[in-house]
């Protein structure tokens, strides 16, 4: 079992920048590969980015490409979401979750879950 809690998130004006948090516990924080989703007001759960189990790699979905950067603290067990260049349309409930995997994966094949942290971008 793993717990994941998110926090960082909040209102912040378009073009600003927000970093969010995920703290891991339970379970070899190392051995997960970490993905980061969204979920906007009636829209589908969508894929952000990801971080491999040791941090040397990353990817990233095409809307948040150069405004977004993951990077994680595995002695801390921590997984963070760098936000620069806000939209209003990056507005959503932001989740990490982890799996237990080398990499990360687009789809929503992860083994837990976090609660969510909601970003609200003001135009």
């Known amino acids: 079992q793993v717990q994941l809690v998110e926090s960082g998130g909040g209102l912040v004006q378009a073009g600003g920048s927000l970093r969010l948090s995920c703290t891991a516990s339970?379970?070899?924080?190392?051995?997960?590969?970490m993905g980061w989703f969204r979920r906007a007001p009636g829209k589908e759960r969508e894929f952000v980015g990801g971080i491999s189990r040791s941090g040397s790699w990353t990817n990233y979905a095409d809307s948040v490409k150069g405004r977004f950067t993951i990077s994680r603290d595995n002695a801390e067990n921590t997984v963070y979401l760098q936000m620069n260049s806000l939209k209003s349309e990056d507005t959503a409930v932001y989740y990490c979750?982890?799996?237990?995997?080398?990499?990360?994966?687009?789809?929503?094949?992860?083994?837990?879950w976090g609660q969510g942290t909601q970003v609200t971008v003001s135009s």
């Open positions: 339970g379970r070899t924080f190392s051995d997960y590969a």
């Open positions: 979750a982890v799996r237990r995997s080398a990499l990360p994966v687009v789809t929503a094949a992860y083994d837990y």
